[in-house]
T-cell receptor, first 115, second 116 residues
Framework: KAGVTQTPRYLIKTRGQQVTLSCSPI?????VSWYQQTPGQGLQFLFE???????NKGNFPGRFSGRQFSNSRSEMNVSTLELGDSALYLC??????????????FGEGSRLTVL | EDQVTQSPEALRLQEGESSSLNCSYT??????LFWYRQDPGKGPEFLFT???AGEEKEKERLKATLTKKESFLHITAPKPEDSATYLC?????????????????FGKGTKLSVIP
C-alpha cells in the first residue's frame, strides 16, 4: 500500500516568489492535514481538509493557502515568500471520519529554502 | 490555548539503559494523545494513541502511559536503532468551522540517542 507522497521533495525559492506543494494521500484517506516544521517552533498545524472542505486552519497569515481535490489530493500554496518560510512542510492523511481521533500518516515532506 | 511540553529536549542513553520521556499537556476536551517517532529527513511515524487517564499501550521496547496532565514514554533496554526524535501530540476539537474538525498540537520533541 503506497504511503503519502509529497512533491517536490526539495526546492529553493527567492523572497517574493510563490510556491505550490502537492500531496497525494493514502488511497481511501479523505482527511489531509498540512504542518510546517522548523527547528525553533517544531511542528505547527497549517490546515486540514476533508472532502474538499477546509475544516480547520492554524495561526498562519493569509499567504498560506490550500485546497483539496475530489480525489483527495491536496495542494498548499505560499505566496510572497519570506525568509522565515524556510521549513519542512509535511502533509499527513488520516482515515478518521469527522470528529473521531485518528492516527496521522505523514509523508516525507517538502523542504523549502527561501533565499 | 493548547500546550504541549516535552522533556528532556535531548537524552543520551547507553544501550540497555532504560529511561522515560515526559510529555505534559494543557488542553480543553482532550480527544487523544499521540506519540510519534521521527527519523532524520523523514516524516513522523505513528507509535501510539492514548485516550483516557490510566491507559497504557506497549510496542516492543516502548510503553506509553497517560495521566490527566502528562504522558510518559518508557523505553526499556533501548538499542541504537531506537535513536530518533520522539514527538508527543494532543488532539482537541479545532476552532475552525465545520463539525468534527480537529488538529494536532505537537510538542517540540525529545531527541534520543542510544550509544552502543
Amino acid at each position: 500500500k503506497a504511503g503519502v507522497t509529497q512533491t517536490p521533495r526539495y526546492l529553493i525559492k527567492t523572497r517574493g516568489q510563490q510556491v505550490t506543494l502537492s500531496c497525494s494521500p493514502i488511497s481511501g484517506h479523505r482527511s489531509v492535514s498540512w504542518y510546517q516544521q522548523t527547528p525553533g517552533q517544531g511542528l505547527q498545524f497549517l490546515f486540514e481538509y476533508f472532502s474538499e472542505t477546509q475544516r480547520n486552519k492554524g495561526n498562519f497569515p493569509g499567504r498560506f493557502s490550500g485546497r483539496q481535490f475530489s480525489n483527495s489530493r491536496s495542494e498548499m500554496n505560499v505566496s510572497t515568500l519570506e525568509l522565515g518560510d524556510s521549513a519542512l512542510y509535511l502533509c499527513a492523511s488520516s482515515l478518521a471520519p469527522g470528529g473521531q481521533p485518528g492516527e496521522l500518516f505523514f509523508g516525507e515532506g517538502s523542504r523549502l529554502t527561501v533565499l | 490555548e493548547d500546550q504541549v511540553t516535552q522533556s528532556p529536549e535531548a537524552l543520551r542513553l547507553q544501550e540497555g539503559e532504560s529511561s522515560s520521556l515526559n510529555c505534559s499537556y494543557t488542553v480543553s476536551g482532550l480527544r487523544g494523545l499521540f506519540w510519534y517517532r521521527q527519523d532524520p529527513g523523514k516524516g513522523p511515524e505513528f507509535l501510539f494513541t492514548l485516550y483516557s487517564a490510566g491507559e497504557e499501550k506497549e510496542k516492543e521496547r516502548l510503553k506509553a502511559t497517560l495521566t490527566k496532565k502528562e504522558s510518559f514514554l518508557h523505553i526499556t533496554a533501548p538499542k541504537p536503532e531506537d535513536s530518533a526524535t520522539y514527538l508527543c501530540a494532543v488532539q482537541a476539537p479545532g476552532e475552525g468551522s465545520g463539525a468534527g474538525s480537529y488538529q494536532l498540537t505537537f510538542g517540540k520533541g525529545t531527541k534520543l540517542s542510544v550509544i552502543p
